[in-house]
């Protein structure tokens, strides 16, 4: 079968989960298909980048949209109500581009990555399916309700029109994907009832990399550190849960384009690492995964790559509502800052729990994530299966 993937951003590097999501998905449809993937972008990536997606795909386009593209886009949007999520990755001359490229390449069948792409194709008379990944209009529902005057009033707008177009372009496509059960619950319309769970995946490299790093942290989170939920989460546990733990406690904070407000948590005991080569390195040198995240939406590949390297992780429910994990067997559970230092400090001082629950992890996200089993399910769901 020949595949058509259409991603918002090119693919690599992994810094964002939906390019980490793509890029797997693509790398294991290849394994049965011819793949071709066209990807939105702003900028040129890197040679290696370039290099790292091609060696896993027979096609590779770019389509190039300027900032006076977008703007105007967003601008359009304000009148005839389409999402500024989806505008800002569409504009007219990019469209064109897309027609020609899928005329020319005559895929069998078309998977858009993100309801902010099912613009480009969403009359076009060929077999298609859609990955939501997650409820991104629900998502901006709850930014909405603890956000305040105009930055509230802005999410609540981009959230109607968010879930509306997530509702009116369901009937456009012949598959609905989405990352989790939990994900899938919260869409609510006719179609939501064809919508398929296929879950993320942890890479190989990560099962039996290396624990006997030295470790220069006790408590440590991973993420783009440049993203809203994970800024919080970061300020959250310095500000919050780090008083509670007593001293000596050490955290390191490590992911791509840390903003202002994370660096300003800098301190002789918190550690910021910004964007690293290999993230394994981060999750080698902590004790103890900590990730104080609401959301509720998406599934946190980071607690996957933390619990495949052996890594006890403490999290929140709506976090391990997307993933699965027993609580208190595979994964600790807090719902405050005192829940996150007291199961911090119990996991720190008992050697025994901490190394059961560092075993349990690792047989969790084997048993349960896999990016090859996964590609096999998408494959499945575009012959019809």
Known sequence: MKILVLTSRFPYPLEKGDKLRAYYQIKELSRYHSVHV?????????????????????????????????????????????????AWFYSPSAHKIMEGIIDEINPDHIYCQLARMAQYVRKIRLPKSLDYMDSFGIGMKRRAAVARGLTSFIYRVEAGRMIKYEQDIASDFDNLIIISEQDKSQLDFPD??????????????????????????????VGNMGYLPNIEAAEFLVREVLPRCGPNIRVKI?????????????????????????????????????????????????????????????????????????????????????????????L???????????R???????????WEQNGKVLSDIFAGK
Not at 200 to 205: A, L, Q, R
């Open 254 to 346: 490590a992911g791509a384009n840390p903003s202002p407000r994370v660096l300003t948590l800098r301190s002789p005991e918190v550690e910021v690492t910004g964007w690293l080569d290999d993230i394994r390195e981060a999750y080698a040198t902590g004790r103890i995964f900590i990730a104080p995240i609401w959301s509720g939406t998406g599934q946190q590949n980071k607690i996957l790559e933390a619990m495949a390297i052996g890594m006890p992780c403490i999290t929140t429910d709506s976090v391990n509502n997307a993933i699965g994990a027993m609580p208190g067997k595979d994964i600790m559970i807090a719902s405050s800052a005192e829940e996150f230092a007291q199961a911090a400090a119990m």
């Open 38 to 86: 066209v990807s939105i972008s702003d900028e040129n990536p890197d040679k290696s980048s370039l290099e790292a997606v091609r060696i896993i795909c027979d096609g590779l386009h770019l389509i190039r949209i300027t900032p006076l593209e977008r703007y105007l886009s967003l601008m359009g949007a304000a009148v005839n109500g389409l999402p500024f999520q989806v």
């Open 360 to 370: 349990r992890s690792v047989e969790f996200a084997k048993q349960n994530f896999s």
């Open 348 to 358: 720190l001082s008992n050697a025994g729990r901490f190394e059961e629950m560092s």
């Open 192 to 221: 939501a009832n064809k919508i398929r769970v296929v879950s993320n995946g942890v890479s190989e490299t990560f099962f039996g990399y290396s624990r006997k790093a030295e470790k220069t942290c006790d408590l440590l989170f």
